[in-house]
């Protein structure tokens, strides 16, 4: 049984999740390019914790990186979100994620990807975009064997994001 509430665990997940989105791709003729922004890692969304015992618990940034991509690529073919990521440089998602996870999780990373507020403006994310995707890091998370007090250590760092998400 999960310790954390699917839609806590959403907004952690899904804020995550599209961090990468569009920063690679072409701007299609009439539409306005994505704004130049600051490379900080105080766009990861949390501070990072302070020791490195949860860290440790994802098996550093090798497991963190594992993890990071089955949550991708279970996300892109997922029925309920994949078109969500029809347009996502998967590559990059798959970086800024592992990036953004080792970051907030005190594992010395820098998070190069834009804050979440700016990378999920207009996309039309809803709660039950959130639930797919926690579904899918707990997957990944459950793959990687990492134990559910440190799914929970990171789910409640990422949670209070879902209101820079959802729309």
Known sequence: MRHFTKSAA???VMTLGLSGA?????VPAGEKPVDPYVQSSANAGAAPLADTA???AFHGKDGLARIAADLVDRSVVDPRIKEIFATTDVPRLKRTLAEQFCYV???GCVYTGRDMAAVHKDMGVLNRDFNALVENLQWAMD???VPFFAQNRLLAKLAPMQ???VE
């Not at 569009?22 to 072409?26: E, I």
């Open 10 to 12: 959403l907004a952690a």
């Open 22 to 26: 569009a920063l690679a791709q072409d």
């Open 54 to 56: 949860t860290f440790d």
């Open 105 to 107: 999780l005190g594992g």
């Open 143 to 145: 793959k990687e064997k």
């Open 163 to 165: 209101r820079k998400v």
